[in-house]
């Protein structure tokens, strides 16, 4: 089973911008969807965003709707979030996480096969 490395993470002020990455380690990485969520202090892991095997079919959840965008690199078997206009509330740690069982349910983490460590996003008022 592959691994996957995030980055990106760190400090920043409201209304800043960051951009996260996901590495795989698997040359199979064109096979998964891929997906986001975060897991903010004191709440349940919640869904981020998504994106098909191709990039065809992206999925955001609300929160970060028209702040946040999620791309693939399949060349480079990465998976990119940006996160733009950043807010107190967006502070968690985020996760990548790869799945190949369930496409058409990718907003639901029990989708997914292969999780990372986790990035830290810390966003100060």
């Known amino acids: 089973q592959g691994q996957l490395v995030e980055s990106g993470g760190g400090l920043v002020q409201a209304g800043g911008s960051l951009r996260l990455g996901c590495s795989a380690s698997?040359?199979?990485?064109?096979?998964?969807?891929m997906g986001w969520f975060q897991r903010a202090p004191g709440k349940e892991r919640e869904f981020v965003a998504s994106?098909?095997?191709?990039?065809?079919?992206?999925n955001t959840a609300d929160s970060i709707r028209g702040r946040g965008t999620i791309s693939r690199d399949n060349a480079k078997n990465t998976v990119y979030l940006q996160l733009n206009n950043l807010k107190p509330e967006d502070t968690a740690i985020y996760f990548c996480?790869?799945?190949?069982?369930?496409?058409?349910?990718?907003?639901?983490?029990?989708?997914?096969?292969?999780w990372g460590q986790g990035t830290q996003v810390t966003v100060s008022s």
């Open positions: 996480a790869a799945g190949l069982r369930r496409p058409w349910l990718t907003t639901n983490e029990y989708s997914y096969d292969i």
């Open positions: 698997e040359s199979t990485f064109n096979n998964y969807y």
């Open positions: 994106i098909s095997k191709a990039g065809t079919s992206i």
